[in-house]
């Protein structure tokens, strides 16, 4: 039946047509010669063995990286990191520890508090996990580390804003949390987890197997990227600065204030963010009621502000602010609160929520007395 080319054909039945391929069909298929196969082994091999050793050395030069890198929140971390290892800090009991974001890191600088509260008789020291460029959320997981080690502070302090870091979270959160890798797997997931309850990011954008991929690349890199490549070869004043913001945060006992030749700016859609009706974060909500539910005294402090921008809209977003807090915490017995919001001119600021030094000088003694008051309770 037709033309039969490399098979038999067999009828079983009129209706039926079997072909058998002849035994030497292997024979008549094309086949690569021993030498090209052996080539592209060998070139396959010499791949996996480059991609191994670019893998083992970002591993290893990443750490280098990350301490090369002039970016103030990922060298202010590195401090706090690094005072929370120090051993001589053991010595003496951490009495007070300062959670939040850069307006806390700005206006409570932990090392001139320590000082004034040992002039009058506390031995205590003082020490501040406040975050830049980042959320409350980010401050309390140095705190769970913290405590992984140590008692309870008798005195927690808390300044935060909501909604200015939220802005750009979900770009922040990468750069300041995940990609330097000075945060651990287990504390990673542990955030995503508490994202999951309040349904708040990183939960909300990615799924759970999406997020432990990403996070896992990133650790698998250890802190390596070209741009931190790119600022090391290229930047050496970035060298001397980041070298800069390690010793000044580290020497302030994790805060990091700004200098005075700083000029006062308002950051671009600063306006339009006080603008914007109210809103919680959810995140930052649940961190809150964690604080609470620790079995020692928590200060919640206002953010102060730049007196030309207490506007009508400012008062009104800071009294929605100060309503909302009361309500979620007004049931918890070592919480205290005081959120009238300092005043200041705007000399006193960098911009309208974060202080230069001269600023947080001026309002440090009323705040002394709120830290000594919660030591006392």
């Known amino acids: ?19 058998e391929f002849p035994s030497n069909y292997r024979q008549l298929m094309p086949r690569r010669n021993s030498s090209e196969m052996l080539a592209w082994t060998h070139f396959a091999c010499a791949l996996a063995l480059c991609l191994i050793a670019l893998l083992v050395a970002a591993h290893f030069i990443g750490p280098r990286l990350v301490q090369l890198s002039d ?12 005072l929370l290892q120090d051993r001589t800090r053991h010595q003496k009991p951490t009495d007070v520890i300062i959670l939040g974001d850069s307006t806390a890191s700005r ?20 020490l501040s996990l406040a975050v830049s460029y980042g959320t409350l959320a980010n401050s309390y997981t140095l705190l769970l580390r913290f405590l ?8 927690i302090v808390v ?7 939220r802005q750009h979270y979900g770009e922040t959160f990468w750069e300041m949390m995940v990609d330097p890798n000075l945060f651990s797997y287990d504390e990673l997931l542990a955030l995503y987890e508490w994202s999951q309850k309040a349904g708040d990011f990183p939960s909300t954008a990615y799924g759970p197997i999406q997020y ?22 290229f930047n050496s004043r970035g060298t001397a600065t980041s070298a800069r913001f390690f010793d000044q945060a580290f020497n302030e006992n994790g805060s990091f204030s700004f ?19 109210y809103q919680t974060e959810p995140l930052i909500d649940l961190v809150f009621k964690k604080l609470a539910d620790l079995k020692t005294h928590v200060l919640i402090l206002s953010t102060p502000l730049s007196e030309d921008f207490n506007t009508p809209d400012v008062k009104s977003w800071t009294k929605s602010h100060e309503a909302h ?17 300092r005043t200041l001119p705007s000399s006193y600021f960098i911009d309208p929520t974060h202080m230069i030094a001269d600023g947080a000088e001026q309002i440090e003694d009323s705040y002394l007395a709120e830290i000594r008051h919660c030591l006392n309770q």
Do not use: W
């Open 1 to 19: 039946m037709g033309v039969k080319i490399g098979a038999t054909e067999k009828s079983s039945s009129p209706n039926s047509i079997v072909f």
């Open 71 to 82: 970016r103030l929140p990922t060298q202010t971390l590195r401090a706090q990191i690094r």
């Open 107 to 126: 206006s409570l600088i932990a090392s001139r508090i320590e000082k004034k509260l040992n002039d009058s008789s506390h031995s205590g020291s003082v």
């Open 148 to 155: 992984d080690k140590n008692p309870l502070p008798r005195c």
């Open 159 to 165: 300044m935060t804003s909501y909604g200015a870091a």
């Open 212 to 233: 432990k991929l990403k996070v896992a690349e990133r650790i698998l890199l250890n802190g390596f990227s070209l741009h931190l490549l790119r600022n090391a070869i």
């Open 259 to 277: 200098p005075r030749s700083y000029r006062f700016h308002v950051a671009p859609g600063f306006h339009d963010y006080l603008k914007k009706p």
């Open 325 to 341: 807090i009361l309500e979620m915490l007004s049931t918890r017995v070592n919480v205290s609160f005081s959120l009238i919001p």
